[in-house]
Every structure is written in structure tokens, then in C-alpha cells.
């Protein structure tokens, strides 16, 4: 799980002195704003390379999935409950080479597995490549233009996968660790962590005033960013590589 999520649990669980409160943890939304999978999309409008790791798995759900969750969540919850979806991982767990895959074949392309960089970056420089993004139609001396998906003539789309070179990724996904306890019968497709109050309010504290103060400042960087995270969550195990999955090519 992302250290920012589990921060804002440290948070909503000091709250649960006052009011109850319940949440969620689940598997990443597919094409949610900001998302790699969302990344492809606009790929694809920008007539780019798919680019992906192939040696990270990840659990995906859609957003209907997601809200009903935090729905449940909220109404079945007692307070201070974390639910989380039963997931297998021969099942469910996908690369997002895999996914990107899928989701060319969906919308009518097949994959053109490139080599290398250069490689996917000649695919439309090919002259027998070219496309556009509109397609005319129409009929007689009468044309119509209207906005379409790219139109490739032999349908393929190039991608580059490759193993993960990247700053934050976590080498795999889950929604427990050992140390929680765990309801594993109340439902039959969700597990529910089950906490105690537990949280450092003098850390929350300065964790909170540190952020104001970088807020107040109207400059802050990273390291300053993950050193706060350190301090709250002294085993937080953030890869600095300096290169970012939505960025890569």
C-alpha cells in the first residue's frame, strides 16, 4: 500500500475517538485520472508507443467497484473497520504489459512488441505507417469528417515492456500485513482489518505543522516530502530512481 494512504489512516483513526469512522483499501482504478492505464489512452491519442513494465503485478478494479466498496465500507463498518476486497493472486494480480494488451485488443489493435526504444519511436515514422485521427465518410461528391480513433492499416500498435526502472514502485500489492488482525468471515468477497486506537499524536502533530510550514514557505522538494514520510512511517521503503513510470519514453 502507498505511504500517503496509509498516513491518511493514521489520521481518519485519531478521528475515531470522537465520531466512528470506517475505510477502504483496494486495488488501483483502472484509467483513473493520473493512472498509467489512463496514460495509455492518451498515448493512443497522441499516436505514441504503449510503454510498460512487465515484471510488476498489480490488482485493478473499476471505479463502480471502488465507490461500492467505500459504500459498504460506510454503511457496515464499525468504527475504526479497514475493508478490503478477497482477491486471489493466481486470479486477479495482471502485469501492466498484460493489461495494455487487453486494452489494445479491445479497442481493435494488436500489439506490435517492440525491442528497444528506437525501435517503437520509428513505428510511425514508417512512411506505410501513417495515420490520422479523423476519418471521412460520406457518400457521392458529399464528405463528411468526424473524430475517430487512430486508424492504422495493418491494426498494430507499437510497445515497449521492459522491467521496471522507476521511482515508488513497490515490488508487489497487498491490503494486510501480518501484524493486523483480521474478519475474514463476515463476508464472503471482503476481509475486515480490525483496529484498536492506535496512533502517535505528538508525531500526527508535527507532521501536520511541518506540512503548513512547507505550504507556507510556497517551496518545498521531495526529499523534504519523503523525509516526513519517513518520520511517520519509519519503514516506509521509497525507490528514488529519478525516472517515473508516466514519463518513461
Known amino acids: 500500500m502507498g505511504a500517503s494512504k496509509r498516513i491518511m489512516e493514521l489520521f481518519v483513526n485519531r478521528r475515531s475517538k470522537d465520531i466512528n469512522v470506517s475505510m477502504a483499501r483496494f486495488a488501483n482504478v483502472a484509467f483513473s485520472d493520473g493512472s498509467l492505464l489512463h496514460g495509455f489512452d492518451l498515448r493512443i491519442k497522441k499516436q505514441q508507443p504503449i510503454v510498460a513494465p512487465n515484471d ?69 515514422n514508417n512512411k506505410q505507417q501513417t495515420f490520422t485521427l479523423s476519418e471521412v465518410e460520406g457518400t457521392n461528391n458529399e464528405q463528411r469528417t468526424t473524430n475517430h480513433k487512430p486508424q492504422i492499416p495493418n491494426k498494430r500498435w507499437p510497445c515497449l515492456f521492459t522491467q521496471s526502472d522507476t521511482t515508488g514502485e513497490k515490488d508487489f500489492e497487498e491490503f494486510f500485513t501480518e501484524h493486523e488482525v483480521l474478519d475474514m468471515e463476515r463476508f464472503k468477497n471482503l476481509g475486515v482489518i480490525k483496529n484498536s486506537l492506535n496512533f502517535n499524536d505528538d508525531k500526527l502533530i508535527k507532521f501536520t505543522k511541518n506540512i503548513h510550514l512547507l505550504k507556507d514557505n510556497l517551496k518545498w522538494n521531495k526529499e523534504e516530502i519523503v523525509d516526513l514520510f519517513h518520520y511517520l512511517i519509519p519503514d516506509f521503503g521509497h525507490k528514488e530512481i529519478g525516472k517515473y513510470l508516466d514519463s518513461k519514453m
Open 56 to 124: 510488476i503485478k498489480r490488482y485493478f478494479v473499476i471505479p463502480k467497484e471502488s465507490g461500492e466498496l467505500c459504500l459498504l465500507s460506510c454503511i457496515f463498518g464499525e468504527n475504526r473497520d479497514i475493508f478490503f476486497p478477497k482477491l486471489s493472486e493466481e486470479l486477479h494480480l495482471i502485469t501492466f504489459a498484460e493489461i495494455a494488451e487487453k486494452y489494445l485488443k479491445q479497442i481493435g489493435y494488436e500489439p506490435y512488441i517492440c525491442k528497444s526504444e528506437e525501435e517503437a519511436r520509428a513505428f510511425f
